[in-house]
C-alpha cells in the first residue's frame, strides 16, 4: 500500500529514517486539503480545505506499517487517537493511485495554517 507522506517522514525530515526499506513512488504528489504546523515539530492535515498539499508518495512494505502507524500516534482506537488514518486519492505526475494519509483528529494540532501547503522539513529540527 502507498504511503503520502507530507511532513517528517518526507526526504530530508527527522522520521524519514522509517522509510529506509520502502520505494519512493513519486516526488511530486498533491492532495486538497489545508496543512497546519502544530507547534511540535510536525505538522497536520485536514482534509477540509480547498488548498493543494504537497508531499511524496512512498510503497511501504507490510513489515513497516507498525512502526510508521505508532509513529502517526493511530492505533485504530478512535477514542484515543491524535490521528485517523484514511485511504484517499492523491495526484502523481502519472495519475491518481490510492494512498494512506493520516490526519489530525484534534483541533489542537490545527494552530498555524500553512497557506503554501507545503511543510519545510527543517522545521521538524528547529523545535
Known sequence: MYLFAYGTLKRGGKY??????????????????????????YPA???????TIHGELYDIPDVLWP???????YSGN??????DRLTIEVETQRGTKQAIVYTA???RLLKEYIPEGVWDVERSFAR
Open 16 to 41: 524519514h529514517f522509517y522509510l529506509e526499506e520502502a520505494d519512493l513512488v513519486a516526488e511530486h504528489v498533491t492532495i486538497s486539503g489545508s496543512l497546519y504546523d502544530t507547534g511540535l515539530g
Open 45 to 51: 492535515l485536514a482534509l477540509s480545505g480547498d488548498d
Open 67 to 73: 512502526a510508521i502507524n505508532d509513529l502517526e500516534d
Open 78 to 83: 478512535a477514542k484515543t487517537d491524535m490521528y
Open 105 to 107: 483528529k484534534a483541533e
